[in-house]
């Protein structure tokens, strides 16, 4: 069964360097998400994009952050200029048809020293 | 502003016990809610939505509006229904597929 696959699974990181998560989100969808979970907190909402363009982003996604599809496969976060407080849980998530039925990668852990 | 709220963080049952898992949400609009479960190890999946109304692995939902309710039941817990269940909203208009999420709940189902 096709899954969405995220690396690196844990990323050590020192405040301020820039840090890429990719992920390879599944052949045929159409829409991709980034979430993060900071520890103990609730899953939020990142980003939204589809049709090579952002379709809605939240307050947390600043411009310290960015998203790509630079092949057609892959869908990479950066985040520019890393804080202690963007470490978290980021997951990124990808469905055919935008109707709330996502599909989860495993997620990469992002550790800001 | 859409919300959903999970006040149970901690849920322990004993096998073949009913369970239920609340959920309340916050919606302007016409909601459409999703449970979303993290068994150990797995990634997060979708587990049921109320627009198919039908029982997942024994789990059955009912969208209650009055109440503003979605909660999670299932007559007989099983050891391995042991997880983390999130609670999650649609945003509607150009909002596609971005969801609300609930703090989580976490079911212990003990032998």
């Known amino acids: 069964e096709p899954e969405v696959t995220q690396t690196p699974s844990h990323q050590v990181t020192q405040m301020g360097q820039e840090v890429i998560l990719r992920c390879v989100p599944i052949s045929n969808h159409l829409y991709f998400y980034w979430y993060r979970q900071i520890l103990g907190q609730k899953v939020e909402f990142l980003v939204s994009f589809y049709n090579n363009e952002i379709s809605e982003k939240s307050e947390i996604f600043d411009d310290q952050f960015s998203v790509e599809r630079p092949d057609g496969s892959n869908f990479t976060l950066k985040i520019r200029s890393t804080k202690l407080e963007d470490s978290a849980m980021y997951f990124c998530?990808?469905?055919?048809?935008?109707?709330?039925?996502?599909?989860f990668g495993e997620g990469s852990r992002l550790t800001v020293l | 502003a859409q919300r959903v709220t999970q006040p149970e963080k901690l849920l322990s049952v004993f096998k073949g016990a009913p369970v239920e898992l609340k959920c309340n949400y916050s919606?302007?609009?016409?909601?459409?809610l999703f449970w979303y479960v993290q068994y150990s190890r797995q990634r997060l999946q979708l587990l049921l939505r109320?627009?198919s109304r039908e029982s997942i692995k024994g789990f059955t939902a009912d969208l209650n509006k009055g109440e503003t309710s979605f909660h999670l039941k299932k007559p007989f817990a099983q050891e391995e229904d042991s997880a983390m269940y999130y609670c999650a909203l649609l945003g509607g208009g150009t909002s596609y597929g971005k969801l609300t999420f609930g703090q989580g709940t976490i079911l212990t189902v003990h032998p």
């Open positions: 109320h627009i």
């Open positions: 998530a990808s469905t055919l048809s935008g109707t709330g039925e996502l599909f």
């Open positions: 919606y302007s609009g016409s909601p459409e």
